[in-house]
Every structure is written in structure tokens, then in C-alpha cells.
């Protein structure tokens, strides 16, 4: 792997390319025989940027008109004639011959390098053309407003006021490329995904061993009468996460729709285990002295009914009793059923 100069306009074409087909700074640097430091450090400098293609005017003169000036003025033909054969105005022509060296000293090689450096003229943004604009989104930014929220907000609050209104995407480049001077790099902390470059929409880290779980069983798997929502007692879990700190595991069953929400203090794996896990009751199970029945689903998948047989056993002179065609949430599911069994209960108690 080389250290030397590499940075030619056809490499970082095609490292801009991979960059924004999703792939990391390490495949980029694999696929093109660099040090993955080099790609990161080029890609940093640019906030994750790829920078826009540069592209002749379609007005500006080519490297043909130009050869055509040249010929001209070798054969001493006349501004006006030479502009007449080229179809453009003779004063575009008097002011190019002027411009890169006069009839003696015109070249049109080196005028068309010329030109094309002039026109690398860097052009303030429009945050930066606009600073109250710019005052607004760094505002709303510290609210932690995204970008696409406050664009609409300004859309729909300044209507056709076309110095209030800016695009999403240059609210990013601002925030990214810290070489425009607008958007300070502390609000990048605001930002949803925390992301100090930009990366591309299709940018993932799965599969590459990064945030994987191990030996996970993919959803695709689970049994058939679960789809129908027929079946009570299957849940499903998932783990919201908000701001940094803040996270909620959630616990739906599907047949009923019941939502349990569990705020914990860590997104750990143990934490989140022990926080849906209810504590072991069953030391406590046999100093129960009161008469006690012990009601559930019999086709309940979340405490089964050999849970609740144990159950039974453990607390002395309990009674077991299992209401059919029922699930985890007997009470919902089959409330006149454990009505009655609660009543045939109270009566032979």
C-alpha cells in the first residue's frame, strides 16, 4: 500500500463513489490498495461530503472555439469573421483574445486552463449569504429540530420569502463542512443520529460484526399461528431508544393488542432481561396461609401451565384451575368464564 501522492480526479471520483454507495472508510481502502487512515482523513475533511462535480457553462467558450480562435489569428482573419464561422458574438471573442494574452500571445491550450481555474471561484453558501436565516436554523437546530423539519417550518412560515428558506441538504453540508464558517460544530451534538460526518442513506453497519447479535433467530422463524393473531399469549419485545440516556422495552401481545412499557436505565442486555423477567416468588409461595386459587390460561405461552402447577404446589390448599381456550390475559380474553370460576370458588371457599 502506497503513501505517496494518490489523490488524482479519477481516484477520488471512484472513492466518493464508494462512499456514498454505503461502504466503509476500511472496504473503500481494501477495494482501492490504501491505508483505511488515508480514506478516513480525506473523507473527514469533507464532513462526508462527496463535493459537486464540476461542469463547463454551456455558454462558456470550449477548447474547439478556442483552437478555432487560435487558427484565426494565425491566418489574420478579423474578430468578425472568426465570431461569424464560431456563431458566437464578436464581442465574446475581442474579450477572450484580450483576456489570455492579445493576437500575439494567445494560446488556446493555456487560456482553456485558465478559464477553467477562474471558474473555480468559491461562492459564499446561502446560510452564509443570509445571516438571519442562518441565526433561525441555528436555533431551531438547538431545539433539536432536524434539518428536514426546520426547511418545511421555514416553507410554511415565511411562504414566498425566498431570503427565509433553505434546503435540507444545505443545512447538512453547513453542519458537515466546517470550512464554510456558518453552522458551529457544537450543533452537530444535536443532531438525531450524532453523526460527526455524513454518511450515505444505504450506510449500514450490519454485517460487518458490528452491533450483530450472535446467534440471533430471525423473526422469519417463528411459527405460523403466530401471523393470524388467533393463538393468545405470543408478545413480541423491542427496545426504543431515544436521547443518549433514555431507553423503553415494550411488550405487545398480539392477540389483544395489551402494551407493557418498561423504562430502564441502561440498554444492556442483563438490565433489559431482569427489568421483563418478574423476580422469583416461589420461597415466598409456601408461607401463603390464606385460601388461594390459582387462575390461568390453559393455552397461555407466557407463564405455562406447568409454571402455575408448581405454583399450586407450593402454596398450601390452593386450588388449580385452568380456563380453556384461554391465554396469558384470562381477564380480557375470557372474562365471563373467570367470573364464574371466581364465584364457584367463593362459594366452596
Known sequence: MSRGPWLTAAFKAQMWRRWQAGESCSEIAQGLGKYPSQIHTWVQRRGGVAPLQRRRSGVALTLLEREEISRGLCAGHSIRRMAQRMGRAPSSVSREIVRHGGRGGYRATQADAQAWRNARQPTACRLAQHPTLARTVAEKLGLKWSPQQIAGWLERTFGNDESMRVSHETIYRSLFIQARGVLKKELLAHLRRGHSIRHARGHSKAGRGCGSILDAISIG?????????????????????????TQIATLVERRSRFVMLVKLPSKDSHIVASALARPDARPVLPTIVCPTIVLCGRDDARATLVQHKEMATLIPGSRLLAIADCGHMSTLERPPAVSAAMRVWLQNS
Not at 403466530?226 to 423491542?238: F, L, M
Open 221 to 245: 422463524q417463528r411459527p405460523a399461528q403466530v401471523e393470524d393473531r388467533a393463538v393468545p399469549g405470543h408478545w413480541e419485545g423491542d427496545l426504543l431508544c431515544g436521547p443518549p440516556g
